[in-house]
């Protein structure tokens, strides 16, 4: 997918919640 790492970091730590 096409997202920024800053972007990508939050969006990942909400997925792993």
């Given at each position: 997918?096409?997202?920024?790492?800053?972007?990508?970091?939050?969006l990942?730590?909400?997925?792993?919640?």
């Amino acid at each position: 997918y096409v997202m920024d790492p800053s972007s990508a970091a939050p969006l990942v730590l909400s997925m792993i919640e």
